[in-house]
Every structure is written in structure tokens, then in C-alpha cells.
């Protein structure tokens, strides 16, 4: 009996650390599509620890009900972990930039195997296939509950494994630790999931669940906080803090630069055209700085330094590639502006400068020194 209570105990102590982030993410002003699907899974977790706490009651014996109300309380915590890894999967994909995934089309594929794990359940109820419970109200677990079991494990491990590739390969570098947390977060409720199903009344998996959403939720909020809220790049501060690191220790063969970019005649813009016009201007210059180095991954570093200008913190073997990647920037901001359709015409000047290790100066004299070639640039045009 301690142990039935204790069970329930810690599912209400982890139902209030969810139910407080869920009240966060309510009262934010954030309400993207990515964030309603989180606070969905965040909810159906919410309800999870309630009904897992009903059917400790019911399996110990607090509560004496017939069989179909018992199976039916072992199968509701199930649907709520099934729907909120199906939930977890498509929150992954919208955050990797896969909006397709919403498509009526693809929602159908994501979903065909959790439609499969469904009947399942349906098969369970006029079989023992699935679950097979004695006159004693003992529970046993027939040859299909691995299958089931597999389903959400499933949607989880594919989003782990892909968040991890993304966060290896991509060029998104500001989104490279909220990555790394998404492909972590399947892991401490996959083992506590695993240990629970052969413990099945110590209460691990809300621990596991809980403690991956916490770690998801604090490392997006410092996402947020290092994050341009316009352009979606670094922000002012995370760059001083990157190039700071990166002025201790020098990458064999390569050289560290600092690049400045600012949009040519862009008060213009704003006065002209509007300020609203003017941010899809400073977009398009983002998106154009992303693209320009695809080659380079994790060797160069993006940040809206201010207004209209922009630095990159790129590490490179010679100044040719650095000329280049300055030349491939601009030619793209161009193209990226015409393909918008935008009524005005999108420039910017770019300047650089060389980081030496053994006579170093301050972050503000390095981006000084970019500085001065930017406006030797802007003068000479």
C-alpha cells in the first residue's frame, strides 16, 4: 500500500513541474505552431501522470473495479505517451524547418503508425494478445504489447537521431544546442520507459519525462535568449560571447576573421517603403548570409550585430576564401531580393578584418578595424 501511495506521490510532484511550464508556455506571447504542438505534448503528459496515478489505485487493489475499467485504465496512460511522442515527432520536424509535415498528405504518414497501434488496442479488448488480466485483477502482457510499445519508442528514436544529424550537419549554428537537447530528450524517458515495464509499480518513467522537458524548455528559452527575434540568427551578445572563446584558442591551419556587413541606403528603405518593409529587407539579408555558407558549416558563426549590420565570425585558411565568401554574400543578398519580389532595390557593403594571436586586441578595436574596411568599400563604389 506505501508503495501504490509513493507511486502516486511522484506522479503529482512531476505533474506540478509540468503543470508550471505549461502555464509559462500559456502566458507567452510566442504561439507559433511549433509551440501549440509542445504544449499539447506538455498537457497529455499532464493527463498521463494523472491516469498512471489511477491505475497504480487500481492494480494495487485501493480500488476494486471489473476487468473492461481496468483495461481501460492501463490503456489510457498508453494513449496519452502514444499521442504525445506523435506530437513530440511532428514538433521536431516543424523546428528542423519540415512545415511540409502539416501537409494533409504527410500528417496521414506520420500518423499510419499510430492508427496501427490503436487497433491494437481494439484487438485488446476481445483478446489476450495484447493485455490478459486474471479473475485476481493480476496483469500480463500478451505477444502484440511489444508492438505497441515500439510505436511511441519509435517516433521518438527517428526524431532523436534526425535532431542529432541536424545539429552535426546543419548551418544553423544558433539552433545547434536546441538541436542537441531535442535529440537528448528521448533518451531519459526511453530508459525510465524500459525500466518501468519490467517494474511496473516503481514510478521512473514520470522522473524520465519530466526531466526531458525541463532540459527542452530551458534550453530553448536560452535559445530565445541568444537568439535575433527577426532575423532568427545570433544575437549581439551570443556573438561577443562566441568570438570571445574562439580568441582564446586558435584551429590548426585556419585563421580567425571578423566580417561586418550593413545594408546599403537602408534608411532609405524604412522611409520610403516602411519599417515593416524594411524587417523583410533585414530577413532577406539573413537568409542570403545562411546560404552563402553552406560550404562552411560549423567554420563560420552568424550575427545580427545592430540596425542593419551583421557580423560573421568566420574561420578560414587565407583571405581568398574569406574575399569570397564576402562576394558570395552580396551576390546572394541581390538574388534572394529579386526572387522576393521586393520593390526596392537591396545592397550591402562588406568589410574584414584578421584576428592576430600574437599581438591581439579587444573584440570593439577587431570589429573597428572591420569597420574601416567597410566604409573604404562604401567609398569606393
Known amino acids: ?46 493527463i498521463y501522470f494523472v491516469a498512471d496515478s489511477v491505475w497504480i489505485l487500481f492494480e494495487s487493489g485501493v480500488f476494486h473495479v471489473n476487468k473492461t475499467v481496468f483495461y481501460i485504465s492501463t490503456i489510457v496512460p498508453y494513449l496519452c505517451l502514444l499521442t504525445s511522442a506523435w506530437l513530440w515527432y511532428l514538433y521536431c520536424e516543424i523546428i528542423q524547418g519540415n512545415t511540409d509535415i502539416l501537409t494533409p498528405k504527410k500528417t496521414f504518414i506520420s500518423i499510419i503508425a499510430f492508427y496501427i497501434a490503436l487497433i491494437i488496442l481494439f484487438i485488446g479488448i476481445f483478446t489476450d494478445y495484447l493485455i490478459a488480466i486474471d479473475d485476481t485483477g493480476h496483469l500480463e502482457y500478451g505477444p502484440l504489447y511489444i508492438v505497441v510499445l515500439c510505436v511511441p519508442f519509435g517516433y ?62 530551458i534550453t530553448a528559452i536560452e535559445n530565445h535568449i541568444s537568439t535575433d527575434p527577426l532575423t532568427q540568427i545570433n544575437n549581439r551578445q551570443e556573438m561577443q560571447r562566441y568570438l570571445t572563446l574562439k580568441m582564446k584558442s586558435k584551429s590548426q591551419g585556419l585563421n580567425l576573421y571578423l566580417m561586418i556587413l550593413d545594408v546599403d541606403h537602408f534608411k532609405e528603405i524604412n522611409d520610403k517603403y516602411g519599417h515593416i518593409e524594411g524587417d523583410k529587407a533585414l530577413i532577406t539579408v539573413a537568409e542570403a548570409m545562411k546560404a552563402s555558407f553552406e560550404d562552411y558549416r560549423s567554420r563560420a558563426f552568424l550575427s545580427r550585430f545592430g540596425g542593419d549590420e551583421f557580423i560573421v565570425i568566420m574561420e578560414a585558411e587565407n583571405e581568398q576564401q574569406v574575399q569570397a565568401a564576402a562576394d558570395l554574400i552580396r551576390s546572394n543578398i541581390t538574388s534572394f531580393n529579386e526572387n522576393s519580389g521586393a520593390a526596392f532595390k537591396l545592397e550591402a557593403s562588406v568589410g574584414y578584418a584578421a584576428y592576430d594571436y600574437d599581438n591581439p586586441v579587444t573584440i570593439p578595436e577587431l570589429i573597428a578595424q572591420a569597420d574601416e574596411k567597410l566604409y573604404e568599400m562604401k567609398n569606393n563604389r
Do not use: E
Not at 13 to 42: P, Y
Not at 175 to 187: K, Q, S, T, V
Not at 195 to 205: A, H, N
Open 156 to 217: 521518438l528514436i527517428y526524431s532523436s537521431i534526425k535532431a542529432f544529424s541536424r545539429a552535426y550537419t546543419s548551418n544553423r549554428y544558433y539552433d545547434h544546442r536546441l538541436y542537441m537537447a531535442m535529440g537528448l530528450f528521448p533518451i531519459p524517458p526511453i530508459i525510465c520507459g524500459v525500466v518501468q515495464s519490467f517494474f511496473l509499480t516503481v514510478p521512473v518513467l514520470c522522473y524520465g519525462a519530466t526531466c526531458a522537458v525541463l532540459f527542452l524548455y
Open 1 to 46: 500500500m506505501g508503495n501504490c501511495f509513493n507511486y502516486v506521490l511522484a506522479n503529482i510532484a512531476c505533474a506540478v513541474f509540468l503543470g508550471t511550464v505549461l502555464f509559462t508556455l500559456g502566458r507567452g506571447v510566442d504561439k507559433q505552431i511549433s509551440t501549440m504542438i509542445l504544449i499539447r505534448m506538455v498537457r497529455l503528459l499532464v
